[in-house]
Structures are given as C-alpha cells and as structure tokens.
C-alpha cells in the first residue's frame, strides 16, 4: 500500500514539473517573440512602443527616449499612469476598466492584429510638456488555450493633428459593437458610488481648497460641505481627506 502511495506521489510530482516545463517552455518562446518583434519593429520619431506580457507582469518597451525623452531601464503600469495627464485620468480609467471586461469577456474572439482598441489622450513628457497621443492596441499573443497572453501598445505623438483635449476611442475588430455595453455597465458603477454634488465637492478638495471655500465656491453652507466630505468618506470607507484623495484618483474620479 504504501509503494502504490509512493508510487502515485512520484507521477504527481512528474505531472507538476512537466506543467512547469511547458509553461517555462512557453514562456521561452513568447519572450523570443516579443523581443524579436521590438528588434525588428521601426518607429518614427514621435513613436513609442510597449508590449504587456500579462501572466509575469513585465513591460518591454522601446522609443520613449526619442518620443517623450524618457531614459528608463524599467517600465511599469504606475509610470504609464503617472504622464498622464490629471483631467484625462477619470475617462481613461473608466474605459480601461470597460476594456478590460471586454477582453475578459470575448477572449476567444480577439484576433491579433485584427482586434484593435484606439484611444487619443495626453501624456507627460520629461521636460514637463503635455502632448496628445493616439494608443493603439492589440492583442500581440495567444496562448494554447485561446488566452490573451501578451497585448502591444503603439503609441503615436497627434498634437499637430487635433485642437481639442477630449478623450476619444474606438475599437475594432470581432465583438467590437458590445463594447458599448461595458462601458455603460462602468459608467452606471462609477455614479452609483458618488452623486454629482459630492464630485464637485471632491474635485475641490482635492484642488486643496477649503470647507470655508468649497461653500462659497459651489454657493452652498459649510454644514452640508461638512455633510458631503462625511459622505464622501464613508463611501471610500476612509478616514481622512488625503486617503479619500488617493482612493479617488485611484478609481478614476480625479
């Protein structure tokens, strides 16, 4: 009995380490495809490019030294959030969010290449200065289960080309017409959690503007300035102004 125990703990542990030997291979091979790609791929100089691996976490990245005069090693999410600029982050985030449950839910459909998501926004350059860019998408590799396992991001510098700083996308490719449907599911989360008057009143708080100023600004009393910040905080299930700040521009309202 215990040979039989012994011998099922050894097929077990040879079953495990093949599931890890495919993936290592795997990943191998994804790497060799991703790094290939960014060698070979030719940018203008007012490009920039990333590729997300996402079961790692790791970015590969190439141009932002010429196209934003970035001299980095690394790429994190942290940085490609941190340039942008602050009034596009509460509409980026929001359709990033919509995004990702689209992808999510029409995994299987998403054709590389094929499948495509434009976005147009501002991002920060090293000196300081902000430029509009159009990001396009797409999922760059799929695994053996149909999985999204790497997407790229090609970024292109259109200041020259647009006069406004709204936040624009489009999506492409299979699936494309239910996208509308995900961004209304978030948007329809995001109101249900603050009401307008509490927004403005955070947009103030967070300009660093007083009880005193926030009433006189939005015409109203500091007891319901007061009421609202109480408000605000319960529902961020915070504490104090600064958590509550950083709660926000995490989710996307500021």
Known sequence: MAK?????????????????DQYVDYQTI?????????????LWRNQFLYIHHIKTGRFYHKGFDHALGYDMSGLTADFLVR????????????????????VMGNTKDLVPFDSSFNINYRVRKSDGDYISILRQSTPFIKNHRNEVEAYISLCTDISDLVDHHSVKWHIY???NETFDYYLRQQSSEDEELFSERELDVLKLLAASLSSVEIADK??????????????????????KTIDLILFARDKGYL
């Open 173 to 175: 490719g299979p699936k």
């Open 4 to 20: 039989e125990r012994d011998q099922a703990v050894y097929q077990f542990r040879d079953f495990l380490k093949s599931l890890r």
């Open 218 to 239: 939005l015409f109203i009393s500091i007891n319901t300035v007061n009421t609202h910040r109480k408000n605000l905080m319960k529902k961020a299930n915070v504490n």
């Open 83 to 102: 340039i942008i600029h602050p009034s596009d982050l509460s509409m980026y985030f929001k359709i990033s969010k919509a995004l990702l449950s689209f």
């Open 30 to 42: 994804y790497e060799k495809q991703i790094t290939d790609h960014l060698n070979n791929s030719k």
